[in-house]
């Protein structure tokens, strides 16, 4: 590493911490309809895509770990299982988000 080249430190357990309670909050405000209050938590420079309206998020568990918090869940009413892999900025703020997402269930009655 020359000296035109930053360091970049690793997040203090505040900042992750900050950052789980950002992405509990980003899916009660996305599923209760408030994007304002999504808004409120993304990084200005935030890469995030528009949420699907109509939709709830069932968190089974989140994973977090630095500037990076995992969220696993189930979204209904279309079935599908999902891990969200949530980037934070230095503030704890959300500035991106990537989705892996399952293929529906099929029922089997």
Known sequence: MNSRQARRLPPSSLITDSGVDH???????????????????????ARLESPAPGCRHHIERIVASGDCVVAI?????????????????????????????????????
């Open 23 to 45: 992405v509990r909050l980003a899916y009660h405000y996305l599923d209760t309809g408030d994007l304002d209050g999504f808004s409120s938590l993304l990084d200005e420079d």
């Open 73 to 109: 869940g189930r979204l209904t009413p279309q079935q599908v299982d999902f891990v969200d892999v949530f980037t934070l900025s230095t503030e704890g703020m959300l500035s991106s988000r990537r989705r892996y997402a399952a293929p529906p269930r099929v029922s089997t009655r």
